[in-house]
């Protein structure tokens, strides 16, 4: 995407105003690779001092010359800092690299993926909305809509993942969203984006996709017409289990109103945190491609294991959604979540205790793999009939691959499942 619309994700930008020279961005063709826009997109030309990397602004608030120029800013005809709850230049340059990596006009970073959720759904709905949801979804927006938007008087519905006719059907007047994750977690299906965007198209109802799962290396849901991408950015984007943060991506005209929600809510994220994610994200493509390198060896691998009872990875062709994952997906990334062979919750414990190299904890998508098993990690309260309706089983376990060699964790793996 070119620099002038970069340029213009600022939050109270004004078309009259002339960009100075020190607010100039990298200019980039837009032929750039993914790469050179992960190292260089969205970032000032010429840094304070001529430091290469974006310093670190830990100021609260953002001083005014004199009373001439707070005028020339409020009256919009210039574009600044004004207060850390508003935005500020570390969450600015970052918002700009990950727009443009994800093929959109703008992003707006929060202080966490559920920030994300609840600002953007708290922006759209009024009290007697309805939203729909693919019922695969992480469980805390399932329970912020449940127990909270309930609170408001908006309805949620869910329906079956990849169910479009069920979709379509529980669309009505008052319904005001879309939403869905591709991949979904932990059983990794791959949503049909055309057919999900054109039930949102033939209602007018905006569409939303959580593509954390995926990263936009591995899929643009925005070239598909879906309106608004979510990330959890502690995830894959920041990648170094070391930070947290959400992004929504989509038109500027969409984002403005979340933005300035958000602005209220104050769920803004930190100039430290937008300092490493800004450093994580120059890998980013060297990391995906290792994410996907071994993602798709250890699944081949777990799929072929007479241990092994089922595979869900999208990259291999048991998937039930292996098709739509290839139409739409460059790689499958390094989630993995299998179920073993005949054993109970203790037996499956067992095995997750003994893998040495993957460590026992939520999250996925940073450098450090990660095994968990969800019954135990996420669901433990739950009753079993809960659980069964959200599809978990006792013998499953949910790995993020990292980036270590693949080797070494199918070595790993191998000694765990046999020990
Ligand atoms: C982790 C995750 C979230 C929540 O993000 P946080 O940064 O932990 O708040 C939302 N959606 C998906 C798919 C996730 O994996």
Redesign the pocket.
Same mark, same amino acid.
């Given at each position: 995407m070119s620099t002038e619309k970069q340029d213009t994700s600022k939050s109270k930008g004004a078309s009259s105003t002339e960009t100075p020279s020190s607010q100039r961005l990298v200019d980039l063709p837009d032929t750039a690779g993914f790469s050179t826009q992960g190292v260089h997109a969205g970032e000032r030309r010429q840094k304070p001092e001529g430091a290469i990397a974006t310093p670190i602004f830990t100021a609260s608030t953002f001083t005014f010359e004199s009373t001439e120029s707070l005028l020339r800013f409020v009256d919009g005809h210039e574009e600044r800092e004004e207060y850390g709850r508003y935005g500020t230049p570390n969450e600015r340059s970052v918002e700009a690299k990950l727009a443009a990596l994800e093929g959109a006009e703008d992003a707006i970073i929060y202080s *966490? #993926?559920? =920030?994300a959720?609840v600002g953007v759904l708290m922006t759209r709905l009024n009290q007697g909305d309805e939203i729909v949801f693919f019922d695969q979804c992480?469980h805390? *927006?399932r329970e912020f809509c449940a127990k909270h938007l309930s609170r408001f008087g908006v309805v949620t519905r869910q329906v079956k993942t990849g169910d479009f006719e069920a979709m379509d059907q529980a669309i009505n007047s008052k319904t005001k969203m879309l939403v869905s994750?591709s991949p979904t977690?932990p059983h990794l299906t791959a949503v049909d984006l055309e057919q999900f965007v054109a039930i949102g198209r033939k209602h007018n109802v905006e569409t939303l996709i959580?593509a !954390? /799962?995926a990263t936009p290396y591995n899929l643009r849901p925005i070239e598909y017409g879906v309106d608004l991408v979510l990330h *959890? =950015? !502690?995830?894959y984007l920041g990648g170094h289990n070391d930070l /947290?943060? #959400?992004v929504i991506c989509g038109s500027k005209d969409a984002l403005d109103p979340i933005r300035s929600l958000r602005g209220i809510l104050g769920s803004v994220n930190s100039s430290h945190n937008m300092y490493l994610l800004e450093r994580g994200l120059k890998t980013f493509e060297l990391r995906m491609q290792r994410h996907n390198e071994n993602g798709q060896r250890i699944a081949e691998f777990l799929d072929r294991h007479p241990r092994v009872d089922r595979v869900y990875y999208p990259g291999i062709d048991s998937h039930p959604t292996h098709r739509v994952a290839a139409a739409q997906m460059r790689g499958y990334g390094s989630l993995i979540t299998f179920t073993v062979k005949d054993a109970d919750w203790k037996e499956t414990s067992r095995i997750v205790d003994a893998a040495k190299i993957p460590r026992i904890a939520p *999250? /996925?998508g940073g450098v450090e793999s990660l095994i968990e098993q969800p019954l135990v990690m996420s669901y433990y309260h739950c009753t079993p009939e809960e659980r069964e309706a959200f599809g978990i089983a006792d013998n499953m376990i949910r790995m993020s691959v990292g980036i270590e060699d693949g080797d070494d964790l199918i070595d790993d793996l191998r000694q765990a499942l046999e020990a």
């Open positions: *966490s #993926g559920m =920030a959720i992480y805390r *927006s994750e977690n959580d !954390t /799962l *959890s =950015a !502690t995830k /947290l943060a #959400g *999250s /996925l």
